[in-house]
């Protein structure tokens, strides 16, 4: 098989595409868009990228079937003697275990395929049985790699852990290491051969019109006919009737934990049938291009999905955030509009104003008025996020960002307080600034400027006279040019306060960086593909 840089290169771009895909938001079909991303991945990674650049390496038979099928044994029986542990545990098969010839040794000792798994080697078991031990357990995420004379050079079998494990690991790493296949080996019984796990993964392998090959395991001799003829009639209605199939009797082995041999003569069929896709050449040609092709076609309808997943994903953030920003907004419009009537001065901001100076200092008037402008923002805070929160109730994926928006909501208040504090401080030395610059003589209290101030800003035509004090105290000049640098300034802090609470309900959203950029590259990478191919 004869393979092209650009399209080993053009296959490393797309890879790297899919690796840059990110599906945080919790919509309809997102989890499925994962999976078919992480297996994308595992095909490209374990499978199609090191078979390309590879061609001449041995085919890889994986073994796969749901709990307590009998994989291990079978394992065991092709190879002649024991190599993966089979027990009336379950899940049984925990660590996943390779056998090949040891001449093939150093294809799988490096991270040529399967990288993300640790290799591990250790003494056969008849050294351990004869030594008086049993052999321990194997650290998570290892492969263990073992080598038999029996297997013919060019041929390697691994046993894959139960595709429907108790184990959410197991699982995955079962998914993972079908994708790594060159052949797909899939082991049922006449109990289970109609279960729904086993068929989807049938399916899969027909998706991606992977070389297949089915096991009907265990089959009791009375109603071996009638099992092997239904079994046969599924396939078939399922679009594979032309996969091989082997049938093993039920047989005193296959009970015990595992822990016999099948006879030769039930697994020679099988083992034959692999020989021959090793060691002939127009066989093995058939079988490597076959499932390399098959997932390379696959690819023309899985990336637009994907593609499509990260398009809704794009399309979901921007509706959360257009929330949030018509939310603030429509409340920052509305504060303005406030401000403009002086629907700050009221409550006991109103009445310390009616009772300046006779009843009220020019300190508790400067008081009232920073404490209503700050429920002003608190109530204006408050109604957007009521807003945000009715929009967001109709987005499936809020559920992703809904604790950073509660999180900010606990502590508006206390932002908003600190920040009119800030406000009123700059007012007063605004105030200060103005006063220094007067005559000794004549100058007014730095208090009571910035209490005038701070009404005739605040208060409206209500407060009109505030404007006429402070023109009497400091000029009318002055006063015109103090309002001018005031009014800047309460219009920045408010808006600073808006923004600011706005900003902290889009940093959730924000940091999941839910961008459209990965929808084109993923279209653009497999046009490349296609035409490389």
Same mark, same amino acid.
């Given at each position: 098989?004869?393979?092209?840089?650009?399209?080993?290169?053009?296959?490393?771009?797309?890879?790297?595409?899919?690796?840059? /895909?990110?599906?945080?938001?919790?919509?309809?079909?997102?989890?499925?868009?994962?999976?078919?991303?992480?297996?994308?991945?595992?095909?490209?990674?374990?499978?199609?990228?090191?078979?390309?650049?590879?061609?001449?390496?041995?085919?890889?038979?994986? +073994?796969?079937?749901?709990?307590?099928?009998?994989?291990?044994? $079978?394992?065991?029986?092709?190879?002649?003697?024991?190599?993966?542990?089979?027990?009336?545990?379950?899940?049984?098969?925990?660590?996943?275990?390779?056998?090949?010839?040891?001449?093939?040794?150093?294809?799988? @000792?490096?991270?040529? +395929?399967?990288?993300?798994?640790?290799?591990?080697?250790?003494?056969?078991?008849?050294?351990?049985?004869?030594?008086?031990?049993?052999?321990?357990?194997?650290?998570?995420?290892?492969?263990?790699?073992?080598?038999?004379?029996?297997?013919?050079?060019?041929?390697?079998?691994?046993?894959?852990?139960?595709?429907?494990?108790?184990?959410?690991?197991?699982?995955?790493?079962?998914?993972?290491?079908?994708?790594?296949?060159?052949? *797909? /080996?899939?082991?049922?019984?006449?109990?289970?051969? @109609?279960?729904?796990?086993?068929?989807?993964?049938?399916?899969?392998?027909?998706?991606?019109? @992977?070389?297949?090959?089915?096991?009907?395991?265990?089959?009791?001799?009375?109603?071996?006919?009638?099992?092997?003829?239904?079994?046969?009639?599924?396939?078939?209605?399922?679009?594979?009737?032309?996969?091989?199939?082997?049938?093993?009797?039920?047989?005193?082995?296959?009970?015990?934990?595992?822990?016999?041999?099948?006879?030769?003569?039930?697994?020679?069929?099988?083992?034959? *049938?692999?020989?021959?896709?090793? $060691?002939?050449?127009?066989?093995?040609?058939?079988? +490597?291009?076959?499932?390399?092709?098959g997932v390379i076609d696959s690819l023309n309808a899985r990336m637009p999905a994907l593609a499509g997943a990260v398009a809704a994903q794009y399309a979901a953030a921007v509706r959360l955030s257009g929330a949030v920003e018509e939310a603030y907004a429509l409340e920052a419009e509305r504060v303005r509009k406030l401000l403009a009537r002086g629907a700050v001065?009221?409550?006991?901001?109103?009445?310390? *104003?009616?009772?300046?100076?006779?009843?009220?200092?020019?300190?508790?008037?400067?008081?009232?008025?920073?404490?209503?402008?700050?429920?002003?923002?608190?109530?204006? /805070?408050?109604?957007?996020?009521?807003?945000?929160?009715?929009?967001?109730?109709?987005?499936?994926?809020?559920?992703?960002?809904?604790?950073?928006?509660?999180?900010?909501?606990?502590?508006?208040?206390?932002?908003?307080?600190?920040?009119?504090?800030? *406000?009123?401080?700059?007012?007063?030395?605004?105030?200060?600034?103005? /006063?220094?610059?007067?005559?000794?003589?004549?100058?007014?209290?730095?208090?009571?400027?910035?209490?005038?101030?701070?009404?005739?800003?605040?208060?409206?035509?209500?407060?009109?006279? @505030?404007?006429?004090?402070?023109?009497?105290?400091i000029g009318a000049q002055g006063a015109l040019r103090l309002r001018d640098k005031g009014g800047e300034l309460v219009t920045a802090y408010v808006e600073r306060v808006l923004h600011e609470e706005r900003d902290r309900r889009l940093a959730p959203l924000d940091a999941l960086d839910v961008t459209p950029e990965p929808q084109a590259e993923l279209i653009a990478?497999?046009?490349?593909?296609?035409?490389?191919?």
């Amino acid at each position: 098989m004869e393979v092209r840089p650009q399209l080993i290169d053009a296959l490393s771009a797309l890879r790297d595409c899919v690796a840059a /895909v990110r599906l945080p938001l919790p919509l309809p079909g997102a989890p499925r868009a994962r999976q078919t991303r992480d297996e994308l991945l595992a095909q490209l990674d374990d499978y199609l990228v090191p078979r390309l650049k590879d061609p001449e390496a041995p085919l890889l038979a994986v +073994v796969g079937g749901s709990t307590g099928t009998g994989k291990s044994t $079978l394992v065991n029986s092709l190879v002649g003697r024991r190599v993966s542990e089979a027990g009336v545990l379950r899940p049984t098969t925990r660590t996943p275990v390779l056998v090949c010839h040891p001449e093939d040794h150093h294809w799988f @000792a490096g991270m040529r +395929v399967l990288p993300h798994l640790t290799r591990v080697w250790l003494p056969q078991q008849e050294e351990i049985e004869a030594a008086g031990g049993e052999r321990g357990p194997v650290e998570d995420n290892a492969l263990r790699v073992e080598t038999a004379g029996s297997l013919p050079r060019g041929l390697a079998l691994l046993d894959a852990p139960d595709i429907d494990s108790l184990v959410v690991g197991n699982r995955m790493l079962a998914a993972e290491l079908l994708c790594a296949a060159d052949i *797909w /080996v899939m082991v049922t019984t006449a109990s289970r051969y @109609a279960d729904a796990v086993p068929w989807h993964l049938l399916r899969t392998a027909k998706e991606y019109d @992977a070389m297949l090959v089915t096991v009907l395991d265990r089959v009791p001799h009375q109603v071996i006919a009638e099992v092997s003829r239904q079994y046969a009639a599924l396939l078939t209605k399922a679009g594979l009737g032309d996969v091989p199939r082997f049938t093993i009797p039920e047989l005193p082995e296959s009970a015990g934990g595992g822990r016999g041999l099948l006879p030769d003569s039930a697994v020679a069929a099988l083992r034959s *049938w692999l020989a021959h896709r090793a $060691l002939d050449p127009a066989a093995r040609q058939q079988t +490597v291009v076959r499932t390399a092709a098959g997932v390379i076609d696959s690819l023309n309808a899985r990336m637009p999905a994907l593609a499509g997943a990260v398009a809704a994903q794009y399309a979901a953030a921007v509706r959360l955030s257009g929330a949030v920003e018509e939310a603030y907004a429509l409340e920052a419009e509305r504060v303005r509009k406030l401000l403009a009537r002086g629907a700050v001065l009221a409550g006991d901001a109103r009445t310390r *104003w009616r009772g300046y100076p006779r009843d009220s200092s020019a300190t508790e008037l400067l008081d009232a008025l920073a404490e209503s402008l700050m429920a002003l923002l608190q109530c204006a /805070v408050a109604a957007a996020d009521e807003r945000l929160q009715e929009a967001w109730r109709r987005e499936p994926a809020s559920g992703a960002v809904g604790g950073g928006y509660a999180a900010a909501d606990r502590e508006a208040a206390e932002r908003i307080g600190m920040a009119v504090r800030r *406000w009123r401080r700059v007012l007063e030395e605004l105030a200060e600034e103005v /006063v220094r610059g007067m005559e000794r003589s004549v100058a007014p209290d730095p208090e009571t400027v910035a209490a005038l101030l701070a009404a005739s800003l605040l208060g409206g035509r209500r407060a009109r006279a @505030a404007g006429e004090q402070l023109a009497e105290r400091i000029g009318a000049q002055g006063a015109l040019r103090l309002r001018d640098k005031g009014g800047e300034l309460v219009t920045a802090y408010v808006e600073r306060v808006l923004h600011e609470e706005r900003d902290r309900r889009l940093a959730p959203l924000d940091a999941l960086d839910v961008t459209p950029e990965p929808q084109a590259e993923l279209i653009a990478a497999l046009s490349v593909l296609q035409k490389e191919r």
